[in-house]
């Protein structure tokens, strides 16, 4: 699983999103992203202030904020500004080219605008991938293939599937910058990785999510960035203090692989 360094892969790389992605990952010594899923414009705010000095990417679920306007996209912009953190809506997309086109650029969210990274899954085929490029590929965003995912029964956690997601993201590698997945799937250097279902204190939540170390994530399977969400902010934790100790574990697992 050895790779270059964020840094070398910020150089290498053609495409502009990832390169700047590396690059404040490399400056800010963090490969950690935060599951923001809380469910008030304020509460999503507070957080975001108070990860932000330890995350490279604020995920977001953009749909669960009851209170949602376009003041909270312009304060997160703000913030992510302040901080040097990009943002990532976990929209997770899954419909033909013509509809996820719509969802992506319209509607009260208007995604493609604010969001420098989203996702989908290729289980409608390659059209999905061809109409979120429509709208993203001119304002410069990245797509993630969800080539896996974190609970153990998911039917994504299919070979044959999986293989078919590096197969699209290669044909479509202008527009596509990674892949959500628990490991790193291929030896191109350009993709990156990004593993939701990381917990440094659980093993699972009951409704089939399941927790793994970043030494597992990082160091073994050689996957890019933790996504990391009720670990930091969950019943009796300390946002900030969590913040603060997943990205010096991921920060840790990340130089065990370049030393190894
Ligand atoms: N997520 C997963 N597993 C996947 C894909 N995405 O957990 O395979 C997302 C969830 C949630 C976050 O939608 O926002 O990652 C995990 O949050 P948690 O750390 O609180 O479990």
């Known amino acids: 699983t050895a790779t270059n360094t964020y840094a ?11 390169k700047q992605l590396f690059t404040l990952m490399a400056e800010k010594k963090s490969n950690l992203a935060v599951a923001a899923d809380v469910t ?24 669960v904020v009851t209170d949602f306007d376009a003041d909270l996209v312009a304060q997160l912009l703000g913030l992510a500004d302040k901080h040097r953190f990009m943002i990532f809506e976990d929209r997770k997309f899954a419909d033909i080219g013509n509809t996820v086109k719509l969802q992506y650029e319209a509607g009260i969210y208007r995604i ?4 420098h990274f989203t996702n989908c899954h290729i289980v409608p085929g390659e059209g999905i991938i061809q109409g979120l490029k429509e709208v993203g590929l001119p ?8 080539a896996e995912m974190s609970p153990a029964d998911s039917l994504a956690n299919n070979a044959q599937y999986t293989a078919k997601n590096v197969e699209m993201a290669q044909r479509h ?15 191109d250097q350009d993709f990156v990785y990004m593993t ?8 699972g939540d009951g409704l089939g999510q399941r927790y793994r170390t970043p030494e597992q994530i990082i160091t073994h ?26 990205q010096q574990a991921g920060w840790q697992a990340y130089l065990a692989r370049l030393s190894s």
């Not at 008030?40 to 749909?63: E, F, R």
């Not at 304002?139 to 969800?146: A, E, Q, T, V």
């Open 8 to 18: 070398e892969r910020a150089q290498q790389t053609q495409n502009a999103v990832l």
């Open 40 to 63: 008030t414009k304020q509460a999503l705010l507070d957080l975001a202030d108070m990860v932000g000095p330890y995350i490279c990417l604020l995920k977001t679920h953009i749909d």
């Open 112 to 115: 493609a605008h604010w969001s």
């Open 139 to 146: 304002l410069s965003r990245g797509l993630l293939l969800l």
């Open 173 to 187: 590698s202008d527009f596509v910058a990674g892949f959500i997945a628990s490991r790193r799937l291929t030896d």
């Open 196 to 203: 939701p279902g990381v917990g440094l204190d659980s093993k």
């Open 221 to 246: 399977n050689g996957s890019d960035i933790i996504i990391v969400g009720r670990g930091i902010y969950g019943p009796g934790k300390d946002p900030q203090a969590e913040a603060q100790r997943y």
